[in-house]
């Protein structure tokens, strides 16, 4: 079609996608479309923008911004469903208490607003799934540094090459503002997956998990497709976290000689993968992290600067980290005031991961409820003295968890 130019007719042609690579290249030059507008996922304060422009409609009862702080994943359309779902709710609720003076309204220019409390807010927010979950993206884990006991080495080097560059990104400070591959591994449930989780908590940034058995696919092509959906979703909305568990799935090493259609699969999986990787722009936060038990499977290729970065260790912790992971542990369960694990420091000298850490706590848990002794606790308040009747974990289920975890482990090492 040939739009000409006259005095008498203005003719704008605009077009919409949410797949620009689709796009043939002949549609997209000066003459034919001449600007690309890029939508970004809403920012806090533009987040704070939308929300106060709607309260001009509505009439809201609870912090405009604290919601805006909370809506991370949500995109522009997503916080005008949340909130026009909020009002029907709250429509529903007076509806049924129109016989009562409970209700409160509010009269603006001759207009009856409802006031939308945090309670119609907080049902609307589990009717509405953000955009960003809709578009393969995961929530944010809630994981923080604080429930990561030890690890103290790789939680300052993850600090200081993702969150700060992302959380402080006027800095500047050593070009840290672009993007960058890390590697973590390590025996299986000393911590990898926690710690990312934690990083993708503390930095704010969206989220892309991937375990490495789900990209492949029996079907020629469609692992490869899987590796770009993932690459061309995270340019659009960055700055991201790109986590691959089990990296070793998709990135093993890729055989001199093909002799079978496996290794020919793997070898355009890693081939797709180093083109994803190479493609990132300069000056995008994507950051790429990959998880691995057996790092010497990993193709060479991927393991140079530019690609992966920074390899990092998440070894056994020794036996003052263990001590400090059970302690961790602890603050999240019931258990008796005083309580030392370092009494069973004797037993701790085993090569206990953190998963298994935690497992002996979980143990003690079961076994300080099943012999059903109650303590009672005096706690001393401004209200006065309250006692606090409950089943809590003591010195004697904290040794059932330990020897219970030992015993499991017996067992498991015979079918190995």
Not at 216 to 227: A, H
Not at 272 to 285: N, P
Request: net charge positive; glycine share 6%.
């Amino acid at each position: 079609m040939k739009l000409e130019k006259t005095k008498k007719i203005c003719v704008i042609l605009i077009g919409a996608t949410n797949f620009l690579d689709q796009i043939d290249e002949a549609v997209r030059r000066p003459g034919r479309f001449d600007k690309e507008i890029k939508f970004k996922i809403p920012s806090f304060s533009t987040r704070l923008k939308i929300l106060k422009s709607l309260a001009l409609k509505y009439s809201f009862n609870f912090n405009v911004h604290s919601l805006a702080l909370t809506t991370k994943a949500f995109l522009s359309g997503d916080l005008f469903q949340l909130i026009s779902t909020a009002a029907s709710l709250t429509v529903s609720r007076l509806s049924r208490t129109l016989g009562n003076s409970s209700y409160r309204e509010r009269k603006i220019n001759n207009n009856f607003k409802f006031l939308i409390n945090q309670k119609d807010l907080n049902k609307a927010k589990r009717l509405v799934d953000p955009g960003l979950l809709k578009n393969g993206f995961n929530d944010v884990p809630k994981v923080f540094w604080s429930d990561i006991g030890a690890l103290d080495g790789i939680k300052k080097i993850l600090s200081k090459y993702i969150i700060e560059p992302i959380r402080f990104p006027d800095r500047n400070l050593l070009n840290r503002n672009q993007g960058i591959g890390l590697l973590l591994y390590g025996p299986p449930g000393c911590g990898k997956t926690l710690l990312v989780n934690a990083v993708v908590r503390e930095s704010g940034a969206n989220f892309v998990f991937v375990k490495g058995p789900e990209i492949l696919d029996k079907f020629l092509g469609e692992s490869e497709k899987g590796i770009r959906k993932i690459f061309s979703r995270a340019k659009l909305f960055d700055p991201t976290i790109i986590f691959f568990d089990e990296f070793d799935s998709v990135a093993s090493k890729r055989e001199l000689f093909q002799d079978s259609i496996g290794s020919l699969s793997n070898d355009r999986i890693v081939n797709q993968l180093l083109t994803e990787i190479d493609s990132l722009e300069k000056g995008k936060r994507i950051y790429f992290i990959g998880a691995t038990n057996r790092p010497g499977s990993i193709d060479k290729a991927l393991l140079r600067p530019g690609r992966i970065d920074k390899i990092l260790p998440v070894p056994f912790p020794n036996l003052e980290e263990k001590l400090l992971i059970l302690k961790t542990i602890l603050k999240n369960t019931n258990h008796l005031p005083h309580l030392n694990p370092g009494m069973f420091s004797h037993n701790l000298k085993n090569n206990f991961t953190g998963a298994e850490l935690s497992f002996i706590l979980k143990e003690a848990s079961i076994d300080s409820s099943r012999i059903s002794i109650k303590y009672c606790l005096f706690v001393s308040s401004i209200s006065g003295l309250i006692i606090d009747s409950s089943m809590l974990i003591s010195t004697k289920n904290l040794d059932y968890g330990i020897n219970k975890t030992l015993f499991n482990r017996t067992v498991k090492n015979q079918f190995s």
